[in-house]
């Protein structure tokens, strides 16, 4: 009996160890198989990821725009927030076709009269509203169909949204009815001043930006985000912090740039620019104010035909590069005042006494080339004439003979001098436009290519035809820096378009005044440039547009003929 007994046991010891070790492969097979699908199954990672980027997903944090600023903070271009409703058919909250047939109804009728202006009516948006809610909702498997559908014609701003979101079936719980979508749009408030300054940037529609835009296009935009979302129901979501830390990262706004464009003068020289391009029938014009100490741009306008009579501003005419024409006299009047110590006071003969008068469109044979054109004025001229009285009269005759007989020996001279006024190159905003002069540099080497382009000078009457202003082509801009150097009492600084950069209202970068030139001519040869000048307003061409009696300030001026 004793012997039956331990035999039991025995017995139930062995299967209890059976039972011990099938537990214990279970338990080990059961773990490989775990850290088999954890680490190493294919075909679980692709399941995992499936639903780990339906439940987690990332959205996009939209860089706001930096804005552009006029110089007391006015914004020429911002960004404002656009919606549009996106209504849901498909939404649960949906389901009761009598209650929605009335609720329907009286939101189409409420938006009918919100858009009635747009010409938008009650049935439109009755159409909408009953056309796409009419359809399967669920399918045979019963899984529900959600259908978003855009409501409203346009994109609305904040103030519409706050009105539009009180009506019938918009003004429930966010996410039972419809989903908001926000757009951040790029506005110009004050329409089109400055619009071809301010420019535009690199996008879907654009492919030529220009402008503001383009050139601080890089810090204009920003820096757009990454937050992570978790999808608990339809239309809802959280945002949630991930294990995948490295995608998340905060949206960095763009840069605010300030120009130094002031509004009432900006407002000013579109007025009067487009007010002279209508009464002269001009193809394109440029009025450009600067400051005179600083080089500040304070307007910029530039308008071109587009049909007859009608002007917008679709080219950068103050940086295109042309002859200047009698503009250019004054670099002419410089040189002979200053290099050559001229007095604009004495009685200058013209053509060592060759040639004392002539009438008004008279050809005037100047220079070395006895076969080149003749040069006239549009008014009578004779020899007795002052400097001063030539330029106030703008004769071409006398600066081409002028400047022919103080530099016929040595035209380089005259090439130096006017490289010291800067107009050999551009002045810094190639960026904007600014397209490079046409200098014509006279060669003093030997080689034979220096001979040939001597010769050039010499066969087209080249230092006669410069010294009134052809030959040679330059910006606008550059002409309004060298006036605004003999206000600035001979120092050249470059014009500047922009004074700062802010982030977040807080200056993070000035732009400073840059001197190009501390002084172009002497105090002396300065006073008197500034006198011929102004005579210009008092007795010449330009006299018609100032009033001298009345006048509490001084005012310099030069014309230039226009092509016709």
């Known amino acids: 009996m004793p012997e039956q007994k331990h035999t039991i046991k025995r017995q139930i010891r062995r299967r209890a160890l059976w039972l011990y070790v099938f537990f214990f492969l279970a338990v080990v097979i059961i773990v490989a198989r775990l850290v088999y699908i954890q680490q190493f199954s294919q075909s679980t990672a692709d399941y995992a990821k499936v639903i780990s980027n339906r439940i987690l997903t990332t959205k996009t944090l939209k860089a706001r725009r930096g804005d552009i600023l006029m110089r007391d903070g006015e914004p020429l271009a911002t960004v404002l927030p656009l919606y549009q409703v996106y209504f849901d058919f498909g939404s649960e909250a949906l389901d009761s076709v009598e209650r929605y047939n009335k609720l329907s109804d009286s939101l189409a009728g409420l938006l009918g009269n919100y858009f009635a202006r747009e010409g938008y009516s009650k049935a439109h948006f009755k159409q909408i509203l009953n056309g796409y809610h009419n359809y399967e909702r669920i399918d045979a498997k019963g899984r529900r169909h959600y259908r978003s559908v855009a409501l409203l014609p346009r994109w609305i701003d904040y103030q519409e949204w706050s009105q539009i979101k009180q009506f019938t079936l918009l003004n429930w719980d966010i996410g039972m009815t419809y989903k908001l979508e926000d757009s951040l749009t790029r506005i110009f408030p004050l329409g089109d001043i400055a619009k071809r300054t301010v420019g535009k940037y690199m996008n879907d529609r654009i492919k030529n930006p220009f402008g503001i835009e383009d050139v601080f296009d890089s810090i204009l935009r920003g820096e757009d985000g990454i937050q992570s979302h978790q999808r608990f129901a339809h239309n809802f979501t959280s945002n949630v912090a991930t294990s995948k830390v490295e995608k998340d990262r905060p949206r960095v706004d763009g840069v605010d740039i300030v120009t130094t464009l002031d509004r009432r003068i900006q407002e000013i020289s579109d007025v009067a620019l487009r007010k002279n391009m209508v009464a002269n029938r001009a193809i394109w014009g440029t009025a450009i104010v600067m400051d005179v100490e600083t080089g500040e741009i304070l307007a910029l306008s530039n308008l071109s035909e587009t049909t007859p009579g009608n002007y917008a501003e679709i080219d950068d005419n103050a940086f295109k590069r042309m002859c200047p024409g009698s503009t250019f006299k004054l670099a002419s009047l410089l040189a002979l005042v200053e290099d050559k110590g001229w007095d604009i006071n004495v009685r200058v003969p013209i053509k060592e006494g060759q040639v004392t008068t002539a009438a008004k469109d008279e050809r005037v044979k100047v220079g070395p080339n006895p076969k080149a054109q ?112 003999v206000a600035n009492e001979g120092r050249m600084v470059a014009p500047k378009l922009i004074r700062e950069l802010r982030q977040d209202g807080r200056t993070i970068q000035k732009f400073e005044t840059k001197v190009l030139n501390e002084r172009i001519c002497s105090t002396g040869s300065l006073a008197k440039v500034q006198e011929c000048l102004e005579e210009v307003a008092l007795t010449g061409t330009a006299r018609q547009f100032f009033v001298r009696d009345t006048a509490l300030f001084r005012v310099a001026a030069k014309t230039g003929t226009a092509q016709v």
């Open 374 to 485: 003749g040069i006239r004025d549009d008014h009578a001229f004779c020899d007795t004439m002052t400097m001063k009285y030539c330029v106030a009269h703008s004769s071409n005759i006398f600066f081409a003979n002028a400047i022919y007989q103080a530099y016929k020996d040595h035209p380089e001279q005259y090439v130096a001098f006017l490289r010291k006024l800067h107009l050999d190159r551009p002045l810094g905003l190639s960026e904007f436009g600014e397209q490079a002069p046409r200098f014509n540099d006279y060669p003093t080497d030997d080689s034979r290519e220096s001979r040939e382009q001597r010769q050039t000078w010499f066969y087209n009457n080249r230092l006669c035809q410069i010294a009134y202003g052809y030959e040679n082509e330059v910006t606008a801009i550059q002409t309004a820096t060298l006036y605004n150097a």
